[in-house]
C-alpha cells in the first residue's frame, strides 16, 4: 500500500539557519504531493504542493520538489525563523472519484531558537 | 481556508458512553474525512465520505461509525468509548478535482 517516511526529528535550529526535512514516499500510479505545517493548538494547514514529477511547490520560502526518480519530496528552507517553529507533515494522495485519500508521515517537529 | 468548524473542542468523558463529534463546513465541498492523531503515528483516516449518505471505512475505523445527512454536516460517533480513543480528532474537507484538503482546528478528546 501507499506510504510515507519522513525524517522523525525533532529538529532543533537557531534563527537564519538552513532547513532540510527529508521525506520519500511509495506508491502505485502517480500520486500528488503535500507538506502540511501544524502551529501549536491548531488544525493542519496547506503548505505547498506538486501534482506531477520534477513540479516545484513553494510558499512563504518554503520549498519541495518532486523527484519520482527518487520518490522523494524534500522541504527545503533557506533561513529559518522563530515563527517556522510547528510540526510539518508530509504526504501523497492516490485515487481519483469518490476515492481521494491521503496517506500522511509521522510528522517532524521543528524548533527554531533566537 | 475552507469554513470548517468542528464541535466540541474539548471533551472529557467515561468509559463506555457515547460520544459524537460534529464537523460543520460552508464551502460545499464534495468530499469530508475524520482522522485521528496520536504522536507517533500522524494522522489516521478513520471515515470518509464522497457524497451525502455516502461513506467509507479508513485504516482505522474499528468502534467508530459516521453519518452525513447533508452536505455541510459530517458526525463521527464513538458508540461505547475506551481509553484508546483519547485522541485529537480532525475534520477534512476537499473540492472536486485535484484540489488539497482542508482541516478544521480539531477536537481533542480524552475518555477517562
Known amino acids: 500500500g501507499d506510504s510515507v517516511t519522513q525524517m522523525e526529528g525533532p529538529v532543533t535550529l537557531s534563527e537564519e539557519a538552513f532547513l532540510t526535512i527529508n521525506c520519500t514516499y511509495t506508491a502505485t500510479g502517480y500520486p500528488s504531493l503535500f507538506w502540511y505545517v501544524q502551529y501549536p493548538g491548531e488544525g493542519l494547514q496547506l503548505l505547498l504542493k506538486?501534482?506531477?514529477?520534477?513540479d516545484k511547490g513553494s510558499n512563504k520560502g518554503f520549498e519541495a520538489t518532486y523527484r519520482k526518480e527518487t520518490t522523494s519530496f524534500h522541504l527545503e528552507k533557506g533561513s529559518v525563523q522563530v515563527s517556522d517553529s510547528a510540526v510539518y507533515f508530509c504526504?501523497?494522495?492516490?485515487?481519483?472519484?469518490?476515492?481521494?485519500?491521503?496517506?500522511f508521515g509521522k510528522g517532524t517537529l521543528l524548533t527554531v531558537n533566537p | 481556508d475552507a469554513g470548517i468548524t468542528q464541535s466540541p473542542r474539548h471533551k472529557v468523558t467515561e468509559t463506555g458512553t457515547p460520544v459524537t463529534l460534529r464537523c460543520h463546513q460552508t464551502e460545499n465541498h464534495r468530499y469530508m474525512y475524520w482522522y485521528r492523531q496520536d504522536p507517533g503515528h500522524g494522522l489516521r483516516l478513520i471515515h470518509y465520505s464522497y457524497g451525502v449518505k455516502d461513506t467509507d471505512k479508513g485504516e482505522v475505523s474499528d468502534g467508530y461509525s459516521v453519518s452525513r445527512s447533508k452536505t455541510e454536516d459530517f458526525l463521527l460517533t464513538l458508540e461505547s468509548a475506551t481509553s484508546s480513543q483519547t485522541s485529537v480528532y480532525f475534520c477534512?474537507?476537499?473540492?472536486?478535482?485535484?484540489?488539497?484538503?482542508?482541516f478544521g482546528d480539531g477536537t481533542r478528546l480524552s475518555i477517562l
Open positions: 504526504a501523497l494522495r492516490t485515487g481519483g472519484g469518490s476515492n481521494y485519500k491521503l496517506t
Open positions: 477534512a474537507t476537499q473540492g472536486e478535482g485535484n484540489q488539497p484538503q482542508h
Open positions: 506538486a501534482t506531477k514529477a520534477d
